[in-house]
């Protein structure tokens, strides 16, 4: 148990940040599966001061139905707040205007990159340290929120120094943009509670914590929007509702009695939480420069505007990130209860096959009406300029989603190098191909090195963690998929208008799945129809 434990804690070492918007996220948001390994609440001693702790955990049952379920239920909530962050970005790209949209989306992509450093895999030293010894989670949440304090004062002052010096700097003042970047370094707060949530079990208190904080964020910021207070309006309001987040996570673990014990902090204590974080920060911050250098490069070389075109267009690649979330939640438990190869194999294949009916066809949608997609949500401005970007970003979430699983496969055995080499390889990659195209070709070099550096990336973890988790039969996995989307094409292909088009190609894909995945692997059909006849989520 201790063996999954750790595998299971030191996951964003093998580049598994997670990129929710605003995204502060890179060491901790991919944890929150770790309430999936135990079916059952499990006993509870006390502290010491009267509250209960849990003890004992259980591992994961392979059962199709609940994995299946508890995939639903994930991308439900998801789905939930990624939607309010896209319906935030679509207004403010209409509302601002290309420029004012892209020193937004700037000021975000520094914000994200900065939020790393506070972070640093403390929230998973945290996790580790006490689900083996739940008595000491306020001692370590005192430290943890000790830490992320100085780093984030640090981190704060070194941009506001530089700030001069980039484009955080424009007409509306560098207040603006550091008013951003404070708001997304605001967010690691809450992450730092939702890893004790983590820790606890209890992980739906502060996931509603995480969801209302979005809906909240996305209703002030439009709502200053449409005061057309512009961007100074946007960033007060972003970061009025991103703070809301951390205060209210903190007094509920007040109220449930496992608030910080400030007194039990010591010295001692801080430098043994930043023993053994050096990997996991140093993978958390490669795979979010893999993340987000493409926009502050674009920044540094092509200006406000071709930001704002390519970060609306990107939105279109973060928004169904989900499903490779959802997907590697439900499917790593089972993966690491029996790291075998050939059991790990053939649940990234069943992962894979997850995702690749969602990303195909989407894949598919956007390379066909592409140009309608973005002219409906953004406007004629963004669809002329942004249509050559998506259609490289269009395999994008796939290829992201396969390097997703593929880095959680590689350490279902336990902690390995070979996850970070994996991450610098397409690190290396991106920032070099990045850096030589850029300049001359804008967001389009962008757009094709992303897809580029994930298909990297994944083909990295796949051939270095060979001896691991086996060699996924891709083909396989994606034949379904690649079928009854060829079949879609036909539909949303033809002179129809939107709307009908893809209703169509709906039609049309969904049978050809069924059918297809029928006869390559019958029981993924057999778990849908038992959840469709009992009707109901777990």
Partial sequence: MNHLRWSCCTQTATGLGRVPAPAASAACQGTPWLGLMWSRRPP??????????????????????????TALTLGIAEIIGKLSMLILTVGAARLLGVADFGVFSYALAIGTLAAVV??????????????????????????????????????????????????????QGTATGLLIVAAVLMDTYTEAYRSAAAALQRQSMMAAVHLAQRLLTAGAALLALFAD??????????????????????????????????????????????????????????????????????GWFAG?????????????????????????????????????????????????????AVFVPYAVLLWCRGHTVLDVLYGHQFA????????????????????????????????????????????????GLNLALIPSYGGIAAAFTTSLSYGVYAAALILLGRARAGTPRLPRAMLASVTASALACGPLLAP???????????????????????????????????????????
């Avoid at 005192?142 to 830490?147: K, Y």
């Fill in 229 to 298: 207070t512009g961007l100074t309006g946007l960033a007060v309001a972003f970061l009025a509702g991103t703070v809301v987040g951390p205060v209210t996570a903190a007094v509920l673990m007040r109220r449930t009695g496992y608030g910080p014990r400030w007194r039990e902090m010591s010295l001692a204590g801080l430098v043994d939480l930043n023993r053994g974080t050096w990997v996991i920060g140093v993978a958390s911050l490669a795979l979010m420069v893999l993340f987000r250098i493409d926009t502050v490069m674009i």
């Fill in 304 to 356: 406000p505007s071709e930001v704002g075109i390519y970060a609306a267009t990107y939105r279109l690649l973060e928004t169904t990130l989900f499903v490779s979330f959802v997907a590697a939640r439900t499917i790593f438990p089972l993966m690491a209860s029996s790291p075998e190869p050939e059991r790990i194999r053939h649940f990234s294949e069943q992962g894979i096959s997850m995702m690749a």
């Fill in 496 to 538: 129809w208008p939107f709307v009908p088009a893809v209703f169509a190609a709906a039609v049309v894909y969904v049978p050809a799945w069924l059918f297809v995945t029928q006869r390559v692997d019958p029981k993924q059909v057999q778990v849908l129809r038992r959840m469709l006849r009992r009707g109901r989520i777990a």
């Fill in 384 to 431: 002329d300029a942004g249509t050559g970007m998506l259609a490289w970003l269009a395999p994008a979430p796939f290829l992201y989603g396969v390097s997703y699983l593929a880095s959680y496969a590689i350490v279902a055995a336990g902690p390995t190098l070979r996850a970070l080499t994996s991450s610098l390889i397409a690190l290396a990659v991106n920032t």
């Fill in 44 to 69: 509870r001693h006390d502290t010491g001061d009267g509250h209960p702790t849990p003890v004992g955990h259980r591992l994961p049952h392979d059962r199709p139905v609940h994995t299946a379920r």
């Fill in 118 to 171: 506070p972070q640093w895999g403390y929230d998973i030293v945290v996790i580790q340290r006490a689900s083996a010894d739940p008595s000491r989670l306020r001692e370590l949440l005192a430290e943890l929120l000790a830490m992320r304090t100085l780093l984030v004062v640090l981190v704060f002052a070194v941009i506001g120094g530089l700030s001069g010096f980039t484009s955080l700097s424009g007409e």
